[in-house]
């Protein structure tokens, strides 16, 4: 049995592993900390390319804030360097701004990190409140976004806010097809990433590489397609509930007319709460999207104990129930992937998953390899 232990929150997890001294919403690291901030990835002074834009908190770089240094790089084929430390703002990339290229430029993704603590229910000024979009910290529209060892993160937390009813906060919203994030991590609770399209028309296609995303409730959802190769998803623990499910790992909104949903492949889901306390998924049928038919396969991938391997799938509404939606695995591992009820772990062939991977779910795309 897993042993249950007490966990951190999200802020407190935030504070003990941003890095390179920038600890969330307490002073930064002094400038003199790092005499190369932007490694090996050039400087003001000597720019990888006449489009590169430097980006440090600590006044070393052609920008403080992620969010100017976007405002300035217009057009097409920008790229932002990002030094070490901890940036608390929101940022949208809109669509005009296409095939733009951030690099975090420490080692590890947690050395970079852009943080904000909108919710769904926050107020927003002028009156009403962000709602599940507009709480993102980081949102992306435009197609052929790249980043690298970043973590985005939505630090907002349901103890701080009893009264509030929309829990729902965003860390990165993705719209834009051909996506590509590589090493980078994904921090929140409910809705942590938001693989989504700008529009029911537009099959965005986005890859995930050796990413690490963590949360409860819904905190992988939305319409694109989306490929997560060598990826570890975490589960947190929960001290508002007394039982389970604490949440679900994702919750696909994939157009009917999509072909293509979310795959999971070569991947692992850990979690620090109870045995059998997470649903693997549940299908999200938006009031926008009546016709959404979701999609989700996970395969050759470790689903560790925190899954409920008896009932791996639930409804979010009784009347769309998961049973009709596209939900398969395939040659998955781990306790959290033993077949006990063979009709509650649908799973394909071997002549079905061989369409089922990540050249059929990207096409012609090829993302562009790690820097």
């Not at 770089?61 to 360097?81: C, H, I, K, Y």
């Not at 834009?176 to 942590?192: E, I, K, M, P, V």
């Not at 769309?320 to 033993?338: K, S, V």
Request: proline share 7%.
């Amino acid at each position: 049995m897993h042993r249950h232990r007490p966990s951190l929150s999200r802020r407190a997890l935030l504070l003990t592993a941003a890095g390179a001294g920038a600890a969330l919403g307490l002073a930064a690291a002094p400038a003199t900390a790092r005499p190369r901030p932007f490694g090996r990835y050039g400087s003001p002074a000597a720019r990888l390319t006449p489009g590169t834009l430097y980006v440090d908190p600590h006044g070393r770089g052609d920008f403080t804030t992620v969010q100017a240094a976007v405002t300035a790089a217009s057009g097409s084929g920008r790229t932002l360097v990002l030094a070490p430390g901890t940036y608390r703002e929101t940022v949208v990339v809109d669509a005009t701004r296409t095939e733009a290229t951030w690099i975090g430029a420490g080692e590890d993704p947690r050395d970079v990190v852009i943080v904000y603590d909108n919710a769904a229910g926050t107020p927003k000024p002028g009156g009403g409140t962000y709602g599940t979009s507009g709480s993102a910290t980081v949102t992306v529209q435009a197609d052929g976004f790249t980043a690298h060892r970043i973590t985005f993160a939505n630090d907002w937390l349901r103890a701080d806010h009893p009264g509030t009813s929309g829990t729902q906060a965003v860390a990165l919203k993705a719209q834009g097809d051909r996506s590509a994030f590589h090493h980078c991590r994904f921090l929140g609770h409910q809705d942590t990433l938001y693989a989504d399209t700008r529009d029911l028309g537009h099959f965005a296609r986005q890859y995930f590489a050796h990413c690490h995303v963590e949360g409860d409730v819904d905190f992988v959802f939305g319409r694109a397609t989306a490929v997560f190769e060598h990826c570890h998803f975490r589960t947190l623990d929960r001290t508002d509930l007394s039982g389970a499910p604490y949440g679900f790992v994702f919750a696909p909104s994939t157009a009917g007319a999509n072909p293509r949903g979310f795959l999971v492949t070569r991947s692992r889901i850990t979690s620090e709460a109870p045995d059998a306390f997470y649903k693997l998924a549940r299908p999200w049928v938006p009031s926008s999207d009546l016709t959404a038919h979701p999609m989700l396969t996970v395969r050759d991938t470790r689903l560790g104990p925190g899954i409920d391997a008896v009932a791996p799938y639930a409804n979010m509404r009784e009347a769309h129930p998961w049973q009709t939606m596209r939900f398969a695995e395939y040659r998955n591992t781990g306790p959290g992937a033993a077949v006990t009820v063979p009709e509650n772990r649908p799973q394909l062939t071997r002549a079905q998953a061989a369409s089922h991977t990540r050249a059929a779910h990207l096409g012609d795309w090829r993302p562009d390899a790690p820097r």
